[in-house]
């Protein structure tokens, strides 16, 4: 006798459970994307005589995790690191061909008089263009200042061709040279003075990046120029 569709005994068989899927968690429970990682290093150029070191400063406070290379320019190849990507960022003297380029002047320089311990001329406290009239005036070929001396003596030798030169050439007491005070300061000698130029040029130092750089590094460094916080946002 048939006992019906089934398995033995006539027990119809029990279909298996259909599981369902694990629900979603909701949207706001989702972990968020990580920032995105920006890679360094941060090179920054600098010409003789600037003075990075509190931006730097702050820079490794703030982001300990991205390292800044300073690099060393010279004042003829200034420009050329930058536009050549040799370097992110730099702090030039100006003036310097704009195109292709932000530039924000940062401060000016005052210009001083070089000139050996013992030249009459340090027995005043500052000096005018006129007081350097009949004084041999020395410009090295990497002269950062263009100045004009009336009466001014040309030097009967070939240029010097750097400003550490030019300044080792005065203290033996041969003529002058006139540079930013910062450059006196770098090259400083015990066998040399300097005194302010009060009517001479200065030299302005500027912050100069390429004009279609999108760095966020770079970004990141205008902001510590500018006196930005770490929290403020961008202006």
């Not at 005994?9 to 920006?38: D, I, L, W, Y």
């Not at 800044?68 to 690191?81: D, F, H, M, Y």
Request: proline share 12%; hydrophobic share 45%.
């Amino acid at each position: 006798m048939a006992t019906g569709r089934g398995s033995k005994g006539g027990r119809r068989a029990t279909p298996p459970r259909r599981t369902r899927p694990a629900p979603k968690p909701p949207a706001a429970r989702r972990a968020a994307p990580e920032a995105p990682s920006v890679p360094g290093p941060f090179r920054l150029g600098a010409v003789a005589g600037t003075t990075p070191g509190k931006w730097i400063g702050i820079w490794r406070e703030r982001m300990p995790d991205v390292p800044l290379e300073l690099v060393p320019l010279s004042a003829a190849g200034q420009r050329e690191a930058v536009v050549t990507a040799a370097v992110d960022a730099a702090l030039v003297r100006l003036p310097i061909d704009r195109d292709g380029l932000h530039v924000i002047p940062l401060y000016d320089e005052v210009p001083v008089v070089v000139c050996a311990a013992e030249s009459h001329l340090t027995a005043a406290d500052e000096l005018s263009i006129a007081d350097l009239s009949g004084e041999v005036l020395i410009v090295p070929e990497d002269a950062v200042l263009d100045i004009e001396v009336p009466g001014a003596v040309a030097p009967s030798f070939d240029p010097p061709p750097t400003t550490e030169e030019a300044i080792a050439t005065v203290a033996a007491g041969v003529g002058i040279v006139v540079v930013p005070m910062s450059l006196a300061r770098l090259h400083h000698r015990k066998d040399a003075e300097h005194r302010p130029l009060t009517d001479g040029p200065s030299s302005t130092v500027a912050l100069v990046w390429p004009a279609d750089d999108p760095s966020a590094l770079v970004d990141a460094f205008i902001g510590i120029v500018r006196g930005r916080t770490a929290n403020s946002s961008r202006s």
